[in-house]
């Protein structure tokens, strides 16, 4: 937008593939090995009947591994876990808390399928840099399109589908069954951890034209009113920094923001209004909840032809009412829906690419040049939520740079006039059974996959230490 430039077609898909790869591992990685152990008890695990396992497992899944002998043995690497006293990559939750409900079968099968979902997270990294090089931080995306022309062969495009496949077979038949499984027992979570107010910016261009093409539409939800989608306007945005560790300044839209951190020491004071590194973004004036949930119900109240079978489908099975997607319980089932309907349509997109090159079409990059000046808003949906870049140009330089990533949305401080951020509005009335060991609180801050570094990047500019914030 800043450079007038406009990107040809196979750099909008092939940027769609890249992304729609995120969102495959992404969502994936969260839900087995982020999130999953909120739920599921491994010690529990060990008090388990490897074959009423296997047949737990052959009811609620279609996994491609399992069977009595299979289970003993996950259950045997289990135990050798707990019998040496290093619990490894389990070590960090509160085992045998009495908010875990599950039997030990299904922590069993749970726990198999966090394995094997190990397994296949390193595949579907591979996505990434088949067109982007490498993963994380995808190199190929660039002002103009993608720079990856030479990697649109035959073999290559192969690769990405047999990839993209097989992670797709592995969401369909083993994520989305562990998703039901497991919230069959906490359907009482349909009513805990909700917020009000939701913003997608959408994502997955179609054509060039935006936000009429997106696959995953634009939209903002006021008050859970399903009924009442509006056109959400990037110029609505404001940044709040009254309860930040910032110098004090009106609400600003990011064209104009400024990040000036006080000059003295950020220390957590009781009564002095500042607690956090995040500023407060606004739209309209009110905190919305981004991400998975946010791009869910506003495709499910536009009719979504993926979207919204998948969410009837889902509030059948668990036998719960529209209302329970505003909870901890909607935003864990919108992160496995959006990934089943993104993953089944990468596949389309490939055929699109595949038809475009062998109709002669091999373009990917637009020719362009640095303007002397321009003005430039970049809006995205990544995996954790809506994202904006927001860029000036003067003297062919960068005059100012703002972005609003989806944990600034979600785990943003009050604002000037007292309005909790989302996490915050969150968390209110949640039922903690021991507040020494707050797991119900975990529940629901892991369903926004928080990432504190994507929100703030704040460092000394004399020592160039990075300052450490200790959480009360």
């Known amino acids: 937008m800043a450079f007038g430039v406009t990107i040809p077609k196979n750099a909008r898909i092939i940027r ?32 388990a009947d490897p074959k009423k396992t296997a047949v737990l497992a052959d009811n609620v899944s279609n996994a491609k591994v399992g069977g009595a002998a299979y289970f003993k043995q996950v259950k045997q690497r289990l135990k050798t876990f707990v019998d040496s006293g290093q619990l490894g990559p389990f070590s960090n939750a509160y085992w045998g808390h009495p908010a875990y409900k599950l039997p030990p079968e299904a922590n069993l099968m749970a726990c198999a399928h966090y394995i094997e979902a190990l397994r296949l997270q390193t595949k579907a990294a591979r996505m990434h840099a088949i067109f982007g090089g490498k993963n994380p931080h995808p190199q190929s995306l660039v002002v103009g399109g993608v ?31 562990d998703l039901l499984a ?31 093409s997106l ?7 006021f008050n859970r009113n399903l009924k009442r989608i509006q056109m959400a306007d990037q110029k609505k945005v404001t940044e709040d920094v009254t309860r930040g560790w910032y110098q004090e300044g009106d609400a600003k839209h990011p ?9 003295e020491d950020p220390k957590y004071r009781p009564g002095g209004g500042k607690y956090s ?34 969410v009837d489908m889902v509030l059948k099975k668990l036998d719960i009412p529209v209302k329970a997607l505003f909870s901890t319980l909607g935003r864990t089932a919108a992160r496995g829906i959006e990934t089943l309907a993104i993953g089944n349509a990468v596949q389309t997109w490939v055929n699109d690419l595949v038809e475009n090159l062998k109709g002669g079409d091999t373009k990917t990059y637009g020719e362009h040049k640095i303007p002397d000046s321009g003005m430039g808003v970049g809006l995205n949906d990544v995996p954790r939520g809506a994202l904006g870049h927001w860029v000036k140009v003067k003297n062919k330089k960068i005059a100012n740079y703002q972005y609003v990533v989806p944990s600034t949305w979600n785990l943003c401080p009050r604002d000037g006039k007292g309005k909790m951020g989302p996490l915050e509005q969150a968390l209110l009335n949640t039922p903690v059974v021991d507040p020494k060991k707050p797991l119900e609180v975990l529940r629901t801050v892991h369903s926004f996959d928080p990432c504190i570094a994507c929100g703030v990047h704040v460092i000394d500019p004399q020592s160039n230490e990075v300052h450490k914030v200790k959480a009360l």
């Open 147 to 177: 720079t990856c022309v030479k990697d649109l062969t035959a073999d290559r495009i192969a690769e990405f589908l047999y990839l993209t496949k097989e992670t797709q077979d592995f969401i369909a038949n083993v994520y989305i069954p």
């Open 182 to 212: 497991v919230a069959s027992f906490y359907k009482e979570w349909g009513s805990i951890g909700g917020t009000s107010n939701f913003l997608a910016w959408g994502e997955f261009p179609q054509s060039e034209k935006e936000p009429e």
């Open 255 to 263: 064209f104009e923001g400024e990040t000036k951190p006080l000059e």
């Open 16 to 47: 769609n593939l890249i992304h729609g790869a995120q969102f495959q591992h992404d969502h994936l990685v969260h839900f087995y090995h982020l999130h999953a152990l909120d739920w599921v008890d491994i010690v529990s695990a060990l008090d």
């Open 215 to 221: 696959y995953m539409p634009r939209g903002v939800i």
């Open 277 to 310: 590194w995040f500023k407060a973004p606004r739209y309209d004036g009110v905190p919305c909840e981004v991400g998975p949930l946010a791009r869910v119900l506003v495709a499910y109240a536009k009719g979504h032809k993926d979207i919204k079978p998948a």
